[in-house]
């Protein structure tokens, strides 16, 4: 059902999921929840109006949704996390290595 990019992005901006993701980032108070777990607070500085578009937050599928569409806006299938938390777990930081440069004197 979500198995393509094109099915999944209609899907995110969906009328549905926009209400779901406001409805969670509230349940979640606007937090990371995996911050939290570590003693970290990471909050949406966009609901304090600090005047930038940049996204802090994002409503992740814990159960994928091109895996589970069934538990698309399923709230226990839910959860806040901040930007870099995401990408953590969807495996999108590579840390890049500094190679030695000899010809650097």
Request: hydrophobic share 25%; charged share 40%.
């Amino acid at each position: 059902m979500y198995d393509t990019v094109k099915e999944r992005i209609r899907f995110y901006k969906s009328p549905p999921w926009r209400r779901k993701r406001e409805e969670i980032l509230k349940r979640d108070n606007y937090e990371c929840q995996e911050c939290k777990k570590q003693g970290k607070v990471t909050v949406d500085l966009n609901r304090f109006n600090q005047g930038t578009k940049h996204k802090y937050l994002d409503v992740d599928h814990i159960e994928e949704l091109q895996d589970r569409p069934n538990l698309a806006l399923t709230d226990s299938n839910l959860i806040t996390l901040c930007i870099k938390c995401h990408n953590l777990k969807h495996g999108r930081y590579q840390k890049k290595v500094k190679q030695w440069d000899d010809e650097r004197w």
